[in-house]
């Protein structure tokens, strides 16, 4: 049954279940992210979290005396994760807003997965290039100041 169909009343079909899984799984990976996010010690720094997962620490700092591009990212969702929000915003701000964008997905998908809602839809279409740009210069400014307020290696 396409996925668009009127049902009679002029209502919209719900998503078929293929689609409702898709959502199911994208809910869970944000809510693993999440997870994984609270299980974690948030580094003092801003910066190395991401070590307890087995990952080596971030070259940038040595090499260019400056943080990379990613840097704070994983201390801004553990200390979100632990409803440290304002912690979460000096690690890295493009990492608090990420948090709050991985929560909506998680919702938002977890609502899809188990209504048939075209919410899910509906969010997804709203990524044009002018959100992708937008979320790109939101990027650029949590790095300059991650490197703004750096205390170095």
Same mark, same amino acid.
């Given at each position: 049954m396409n996925a668009r169909a009127r049902q009679p009343g002029g209502r919209l079909s719900p998503e078929p279940v293929s689609v409702r899984l898709v959502w199911a799984g994208v809910a869970l990976l944000a809510m693993a992210l999440m997870v994984t996010a609270w299980s974690l010690t948030p580094a003092e720094e801003g910066i190395g979290t991401h070590t307890q997962m087995g990952m080596d620490p971030c070259s940038w700092p040595e090499r260019f005396g400056k943080p990379c591009p990613m840097c704070g990212m994983t201390t801004s969702f553990s200390r979100a994760a632990s409803t440290d929000f304002l912690g979460s915003f000096h690690a890295q701000p493009f990492g608090a807003l990420l948090v709050i964008g991985t929560s909506v997905v998680f919702w938002v998908g977890l609502y899809t997965a188990a209504t048939g !809602?075209? %919410? /899910? @839809? %509906?969010?997804? @279409?709203? %990524? @044009? !290039? @002018? +959100?992708? =740009?937008?979320? #790109? #210069? %939101? =990027?650029? /400014?949590? =790095? +300059?100041?991650?490197?703004?307020?750096? #205390? /170095?290696?």
């Open positions: !809602s075209h %919410l /899910g @839809r %509906l969010c997804a @279409r709203s %990524l @044009r !290039s @002018r +959100v992708i =740009w937008a979320t #790109a #210069a %939101l =990027w650029l /400014g949590g =790095w +300059v100041y991650k490197i703004a307020t750096f #205390a /170095g290696a």
